[in-house]
């Protein structure tokens, strides 16, 4: 329970306000103060004390000074303290109905806003109710937050995204091997394909490869060596050897003796015509020169003529011719594609080929010399074959590259007959370049931060979703039960309105209270600001009465579902406004019935008559009144002497005095009489005991002038020598000090001016 206010400094109008008398609070605590003379501020130090805020303080730091904000007050047998760093330490069993709690929980001006269902739906649910909605809250501002995080990352994601592409499929790719060779390959297949569309002509008439065809070793060379004639006599080829030799016939000699054996007839001699039947030379003859062996010696004599013809030089020009020829063609096709032939060795051709053929010549000589004998090839020839033969895989190599780079060369010549568009190139290379851009280190991280991030966000809303249902069973029950209590008061406030349909709603996210009006069995919406004219809602359908009844059903009733009743400091700042006496009396019951189940109430108003309906038949020991009054320009806290405060004539000089300073209502005269008993009947009240029934306010000047430090009247001179200047000018107008003060001159203009000074001296302008 709050004991006492020990100071109060530099806060509003609490300049430095100190106890004087017994000013400790009670169970139930009455506060009368005039308008501006600081309940408001003192309910912002109260929430202060309640939550921990400093800026419920600082925000009301006094103008003008210096001086550092603070505030003692004594709680439960403590000193909570508040100075630069805060408060000392807070009490959160402190719950406040005031404008603020109107303003931020209920409506604001005509206006019934998403922020105040938003904290009603707190005051509604209780503390474990605000920790799972504080969950659901927090959770929904760390997805927005990672929307934005999400955002963010995509966008530095998309950057890298080819036209049309879903982000989805960008994160799936997977990397290409030897990327970098094929963005080469592609920008090549670019550069040909455009240099193919500029010679498209030439393209065309373009001839293809020509394959090799190396020369073939002679069929059949090898089978006229091995040949031998066995009819021929033993010595008839020695004797026809000698016989050329004899006669000096050199090569001639055999090719002469054979056509003239051809002349033989009748068995004589074509010369001497001498019986040539017995002669042994002529039978020689005969069978050197019969049909199988001229045929043979005619074989063997065109063995080296078949040799030159088929491996000879001229015999490989016409390869070396088509290599030579392919060599152009390439050079011309490696603009337009990739192209590639073996290179092949001609040199290395020509001399294998020129081994072989040197040994073969040689070999048919030898067989030219001895036709009738066989000739066998030593294994240098073999040798020599072999290398010429093995040339032959090389050439089908060659060949196949020939076929492969022709594939390729009809391919261009048809892409340039067809037109192929270079921009389908120019889009696969785009999809490299991506691809590789893709998996570099910076866009793989980047792709890495934004998939963490939806991991993330997926993660908050799953969270979401299961503190939301744990809200929603939370308030399942209570919501219910609130707008049944709610309800109650409002029945016993004889309101003509109920509350209907209370749920909760998720509007933006976050939880947040919702609720209809039902007049006369029809539910009308709250609306808002945005709210069309001509609609029926909260600002046309509820008076201000109306209005005031519904916040503080409110209040009540979240106070009456709160487990924790018991240990509540209640604080009420006017809880009676503009409402009907049947209100103001049923507020006052309920006041009182919540000081039997609370720690303590304590109740602020600017009506005393409003705090003596609640004095009335409350046990002394457990109530005590107190007042804010104004002492120069600082507010200090009181004893209040709540029945002559309440003295009807102190209360009609105060209206009157009012009435006129508002509306300039009233006779003048009697406006100006009315300032001296007020300010005297003030003076009563601040200070009570201190003036005697007889005195009048020129004595009251007197006591304040000459009061000491230590009396009580001292808090007074600050105000004496406004209140000495009031009572000059007021004095004029009575009886008393002016025998003619009926027909004392009264100035409209001047009498507003006195009146408002007098007012100021209350706080009530």
């Known amino acids: 329970m709050i004991e006492k206010i020990l100071s109060i400094k530099n806060i509003g109008r609490f300049r430095n306000c100190k106890p004087r008398g017994d000013v400790s609070f009670r169970k139930l605590t009455l506060l009368f103060a005039e308008n501006g003379r600081g309940k408001t501020t003192l309910c912002a130090i109260l929430r202060s004390l309640q ?11 006094t103008l003008g000074t210096t001086d550092s904000a603070s505030v003692q007050i004594r709680l439960g047998g403590n000193t909570h303290t508040f100075g630069t760093n805060g408060w000392s330490s807070i009490h959160s069993d402190i719950v406040v109905f005031d404008s603020v709690f109107i303003h931020d929980n209920v409506y604001a001006g005509d206006h019934v806003e998403h922020e105040h269902k938003k904290n009603l739906y707190r005051v509604i649910i209780g503390p474990n109710g605000v920790q799972l909605a504080q969950r659901v809250e927090e959770l929904d501002g760390k997805i927005r937050d990672a929307n934005t995080d999400i955002n963010t990352k995509k966008s530095a994601v998309s950057r890298t995204l080819l036209n049309g592409m879903t982000l989805e499929t960008y994160l799936a790719w997977q990397p290409i091997e030897n990327i970098e060779a094929k963005i080469q390959q592609k920008n090549t297949e670019i550069t040909n394909r455009q240099r193919a569309l500029d010679k498209a002509t030439e393209i065309q008439s373009k001839a293809l490869l020509s394959k090799i065809d190396l020369p073939a070793f002679p ?74 062996y001229t045929q043979l010696k005619q074989e063997s004599a065109g063995l080296s003529q078949r040799i030159s013809s088929a491996i000879g030089e001229t015999a490989l020009n016409s390869p070396q011719q088509t290599y030579s020829s392919n060599l152009t063609l390439v050079e011309f096709w490696k603009q337009f594609a990739e192209i590639a032939v073996p290179s092949f060795d001609f040199e290395n051709v020509r001399t294998k080929y020129s081994a072989l053929r040197d040994l073969a010549t040689k070999l048919a000589e030898k067989k030219q010399q001895l036709p009738t004998e066989p000739i066998l090839p030593g294994d240098d020839f073999q040798a020599a074959h072999d ?36 921009n389908v190139l120019k889009s696969e290379l785009a999809d490299l370049e991506a691809r590789k851009k893709r998996f570099e280190r910076d866009v793989v991280q980047a792709c890495k931060d934004y998939q963490d991030a939806v991991t993330e966000k ?42 209907t349909n209370s749920r909760h709603l998720y509007t933006g996210g976050t939880p947040s209270s919702h609720y209809q009006i039902e007049i006369n069995n029809n539910a009308v919406d709250l609306g808002d600001s945005r709210t069309q004219p001509g ?62 189940t609370t720690q303590q109430v304590i109740v602020l108003s600017h009506d005393p008559f409003f705090l003596k309906l609640i004095w009335e038949g409350y046990a002394p020991a457990d109530i005590k009144t107190l007042q804010m009054c104004r002492t ?41 009489r009315s300032i001296r008993p007020f300010i005297e009947g003030m003076l009563r009240a601040h200070f009570p ?41 007021s004095k004029k107008y009575h009886h008393d000090q002016n025998p003619s003060a009926d027909s004392e001159y009264l100035s409209e203009e001047e009498l507003y001016g006195f009146v408002k000074r007098t007012l100021k001296l209350v706080g009530g302008c």
């Not at 001639?252 to 051809?262: D, H, I, M, R, V």
């Not at 020939?402 to 340039?416: F, G, H, M, P, Y």
């Not at 005095?657 to 406006?671: I, S």
């Open 535 to 596: 609609m029926p809602c909260f600002k046309t359908t509820l008076s201000s009465g109306d209005r005031s009844a519904l916040a503080l059903a409110f209040f009540l009733a979240a106070l009456k579902q709160d487990a924790e009743i018991g240990n509540k400091i209640v604080v009420l700042d006017d809880p009676f406004t503009s409402q009907d006496r049947f209100r103001r009396t049923c507020t006052q019951q309920l006041i009182r019935q919540m000081a039997d």
């Open 632 to 672: 120069g320009d600082n507010t200090i806290i009181s004893e209040w002497d709540i029945e002559t405060e309440t003295k009807s004539t102190y209360m009609k000089n105060y209206s009157m005095l009012l009435d006129f300073y508002r509306e300039r209502k009233g006779v003048l005269l009697d406006v100006a």
């Open 219 to 292: 069929v059949g060379f090898l089978g006229t060596l091995s040949k031998q004639l066995t009819d021929v006599i033993a010595d008839a080829e020695a004797r026809v050897r000698r016989q050329i030799e004899d006669h000096s016939m050199g090569n001639k000699g055999e090719t002469w003796l054979s056509q003239g054996l051809a002349f033989v007839a009748h068995d004589k001699c074509p010369f001497c015509g001498q019986n040539i039947e017995t002669n042994e030379l002529i039978a020689a003859y005969k069978s050197h020169f019969n049909a199988a």
């Open 387 to 422: 290398a010429v033969t093995a040339l032959q895989s090389s050439v089908e190599t060659y060949n196949v590259a020939v076929n492969t780079a022709n594939t390729i060369i009809n391919e261009q010549k048809a892409s340039v007959q067809q037109g192929v568009d270079i």
């Open 51 to 61: 939550t921990g805020q400093s800026e419920f303080i600082s925000e009301r730091k």
């Open 689 to 729: 005991g201190h003036f005697q029934q007889n005195e009048w306010l020129g004595d009251f000047i007197v006591k304040i002038r000459n009061a000491s430090n230590t009396d009580g009247l001292y808090h007074a001179q600050a105000d004496l020598s406004e209140i000495e200047a009031i009572n000059d000018y």
């Open 458 to 499: 997926t993660s908050l809303e799953q969270q979401k979703s299961t503190a939301k249902e744990q809200l929603d069973q939370h308030c399942q029950q209570i919501l219910q039960t609130y707008q049944s209590s709610i309800n109650t008061y409002l029945d016993q406030f004889n309101a003509g309105f109920r509350i």
